[in-house]
């Protein structure tokens, strides 16, 4: 299976097992990075303000993989979708 197909079976994987809205921030932050950097590259767009917490926040974990490459982002993720399955379904990632 190539790293993009493990990407997708992790994303429609993950929806089953985790809730990602009960995960704390810090790890919503890592699966939302990850995702974005697979899938746009490098962050772009314009800095979101200083009320904004929630933009600013997500546009800065972005930005922390500013020069990954999309494959590398895809199994960061996959790494990121295993910590929260069962052993047996994680290694069918």
């Not at 429609?12 to 097992?17: D, G, M, T, W």
């Not at 950097?37 to 997500?58: I, M, R, S, V, Y």
């Not at 500013?66 to 399955?85: D, H, N, P, R």
Request: with cysteine; net charge positive.
């Amino acid at each position: 299976m190539t790293t993009e197909e493990r990407f997708k079976k992790s994303i429609e994987i993950i929806k089953n097992y985790v809730k990602i809205d009960d995960l704390p921030n810090n790890e919503k932050l890592i699966f939302y990075k990850c995702f974005k950097q697979a899938n746009e590259g490098d962050c772009h767009g314009n800095k979101p303000g200083t009320f904004d917490l929630k933009g600013k926040a997500k546009y800065n974990a972005w930005n922390e993989m500013k020069g990954t490459s999309k494959e590398e982002a895809m199994l960061k993720y996959i790494e990121q979708v295993k910590k929260f399955l069962p052993e047996d379904v994680a290694q069918t990632l």
